[in-house]
């Protein structure tokens, strides 16, 4: 039996130079500590390496490299212009009414003002009625509880993305 060879997007991240794969990996999350981590770890034999390594930076994180980030990602319904991930990932909101949209806009608010950071979700998949009542539910959370939560949505954002790479050789 062969060896299934390792995904072309697999290999060309392998392959990238340093400062190249630490700005292709800042693109998929905006932790300085993850991207160090998942670095460190390279070259992977399979994408399945890959996505432990960032199973495990995720569950490496302080509370100072999820806020990290966290900062790189647009509040839900607002993706920031020129970003083709966000956008891609938060199309359940991009056709939504403009009621769900405002009402989205005012949660986001008192979340942020709650929990002093962007309200988090892997929106992939979600409509805008699913991510409105997600922020409901959690907007009630334990600061120490959201922040788990966020940790685990961060960890899916990321997979997402770094499936995107694998599979695509997307940098995005």
């Given at each position: 039996?062969?060896?299934?060879?390792?995904?072309?997007?697999?290999?060309?991240?392998?392959?990238?130079?340093?400062?190249?794969?630490?700005?292709?990996?800042?693109?998929?999350?905006?932790s300085?500590?993850?991207?160090?981590?998942?670095?460190?770890?390279?070259?992977?034999?399979?994408?399945?390496?890959?996505?432990?390594?960032?199973d495990?930076?995720?569950?490496?994180m302080?509370?100072?490299?999820l806020?990290?980030?966290?900062?790189?990602?647009?509040?839900?319904?607002?993706?920031?212009?020129?970003?083709?991930?966000?956008?891609?990932?938060?199309?359940?909101?991009?056709?939504?009414?403009?009621?769900?949209?405002?009402?989205?806009?005012?949660?986001?608010?008192?979340?942020?003002?709650?929990?002093?950071?962007?309200?988090?979700?892997?929106?992939?998949?979600?409509?805008?009625?699913?991510?409105?009542?997600?922020?409901?539910?959690?907007?009630?959370?334990?600061?120490?509880?959201?922040?788990?939560?966020?940790?685990?949505?961060?960890?899916?954002?990321?997979?997402?993305?770094?499936?995107r790479?694998?599979?695509?050789?997307?940098h995005?």
């Open positions: 039996m062969t060896p299934t060879p390792a995904p072309p997007g697999l290999v060309r991240l392998n392959a990238l130079q340093e400062q190249a794969a630490e700005a292709v990996l800042h693109e998929v999350c905006a300085t500590a993850w991207v160090e981590r998942l670095l460190a770890a390279r070259p992977y034999a399979t994408a399945d390496d890959l996505y432990a390594a960032n495990a930076a995720m569950a490496g302080t509370t100072a490299d806020e990290e980030a966290m900062a790189g990602h647009p509040p839900i319904g607002r993706p920031e212009p020129g970003d083709p991930a966000s956008a891609r990932e938060q199309r359940g909101m991009a056709g939504a009414p403009d009621e769900l949209k405002a009402e989205m806009l005012e949660l986001n608010l008192a979340y942020q003002e709650r929990f002093g950071h962007v309200f988090l979700i892997c929106a992939t998949g979600k409509t805008g009625e699913q991510m409105r009542d997600a922020v409901k539910e959690r907007i009630g959370n334990a600061p120490e509880q959201e922040r788990e939560i966020v940790r685990t949505e961060l960890g899916k954002i990321n997979r997402i993305r770094l499936a790479i694998v599979e695509e050789g997307d995005a």
